[in-house]
């Protein structure tokens, strides 16, 4: 049995998963048991960081995984988004990692520079 | 130079009033930033979590900012950036200073304060010890890593659990600065859970609750950090110290709304919020001149200063509007009752209320399973259900026009226990 906090809405229940039976207990809706159960199987997270930009207003410019991905890989990924460097100007939303990791999640940067 | 309307501030209040006024046909629209960019303190928030409200998506900070960014390039609304706000004399005009133009007076027609908030300092809470480099705000230490991309130290800790202090936390430990703890004054975190969770038990970063700083030591560079445990009177205890051996202290303990700019100005001002007082419309003691997003009171969701923000931006647009058919003065006034420790707005002229106004609150301690009460004149108007309220979390009600037209000149907002 692992403990879990819901961090779906600001209520936080504290939860009690139950992996093998699937089972929830703790939660007040049935948004807490899904997300219960998918923090105890594979809890994901969005990535976010800042790469290097040449000739931009700023040294850095903010990135995201598009997706929530495995959060074990949070600082390898880091490692990787440290390796790049893009040149101003740069669209939001432009691929500058593609499939991660094998991930299958790319990673973009998040404004305009 | 006569402008029709004047923001004070490009951060998202600013954006989105200016943007609404425009929306509703306000013609000349000018928007006043002193730094080299608009979009505010969002713009140093690259994490995501913005915008459910607003776009029904999770965003980063900047990229919530260039939504608004990219909508106010359609439209004809003038950005002055590097620019600094001095001034705003009675006759509405604005001083300006920039190294373009030197001093410049402008005028407007109507005006909004949207300048945002800044972090409490060290100062502000009177920390003892020595004062070494390697002491900074959260909110400065986020500018340096995010946007300069500067180391700020190689091993850190904390001052206070609220969202800032949280994110920095993770933000740190992803950038190879260890988190040695955060410490907290409150026997409760001022933050989201989803923020404990994601920032601190992901990184197995400990949170010390009911603790503060006693001491600090360093020469030059922060050598170390003493931190006790408080008693109920939040006094330290002596003999629980603890010692951190870290070259950064970053400080979350607060933000206030930044009002300088008025200190000289005949306006009303709320003691509790810190910011100016509004009506319904936004619209402050002065007429013309409104407020909006943490110059008016700290918010903690971007989405509800965007909210906040287009009321301003139409209340400009029915200020500014050619039938400005007389409206009566039976004005409400909000008193905060038991559990409520600020509203906004803070008076209602119920003749302007088209259908609904919102009012926006925050609670002085945890609550649950409690009942909001609406009263005026002793008589009930409304109630509604809570499970679960915090003081981290802004709450908000919606009024009716229904239901002011049953009260006399004053509405309490208490907090009862559901059995009352
Ligand atoms: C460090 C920090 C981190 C935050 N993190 C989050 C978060 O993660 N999520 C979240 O939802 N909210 C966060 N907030 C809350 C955040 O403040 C709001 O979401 C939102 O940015 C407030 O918008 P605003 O336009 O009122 O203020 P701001 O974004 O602060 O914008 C105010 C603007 O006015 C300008 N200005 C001020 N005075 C003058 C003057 N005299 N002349 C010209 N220009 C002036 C400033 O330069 C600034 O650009 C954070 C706040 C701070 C301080
Ligand atoms: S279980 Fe439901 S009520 Fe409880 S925190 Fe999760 S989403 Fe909120």
Redesign the pocket.
Known sequence: MEKVICTVCPKGCHMKVEIEEKKVEGNSCKRGEIYGLAEVVTPIRVITSTIDIKGGQFKKIPVKTLEAVEKGLNFKIIEEMKKIKVKSPIKCGTVVIENILGTGVDVVVTRDM | MTYDLIV?????????SGLSAFEEGVNKVLI????VE?????N??I?N??GLHTFKEELT?PEYAQKYIDMIKETDIEIKLN????KIDDEKNVH?LNSEDGYKVIKGRSIIL??????RTRGAISIPGSRPAGVL????A??YVNMLGEKVGNKALILGSG??GL?MARRLSLEGTEVLGVVELMEHSNGLTRNIVQCLDDYDIPLYLSHTVTNIIGDNRLEKVIISKVDENKKPIEGTEKEFDVDTLLL?VG?IP?N??INDMDIDFDNRTKGVVVNESMETSVEGIFS?????H????????STE?KEAGRSVAKYLGVDKKEVGKKEIILKNGVGLTYTVPQKINVDKVEKIVGVMFRVNKIYENVKIVIESNGKKIKEYNRDHMLPAEMEKIILTKDMLEQCNEEIEIKVTDMEV
Not at chain 2, 8 to 16: D, R, V
Not at chain 2, 114 to 119: F, L, S
Not at chain 2, 137 to 140: D, I, L, Q
């Open positions: 004070i501030g490009g951060g998202p209040a600013g954006l989105a006043i930033e002193r730094d608009v979009g505010g303190i969002l140093q928030c994490h979590g913005f900070g620019t600094m706000v001095m300006i949207a300048m945002g908030c800044r972090e705000t959260a909110g400065t986020q500018k969202d800032i994110i979350s933000l930044e300088d700019l909006c997003g943490n110059a008016l700290v918010h903690d969701l971007v989405d509800f200063v923000a």
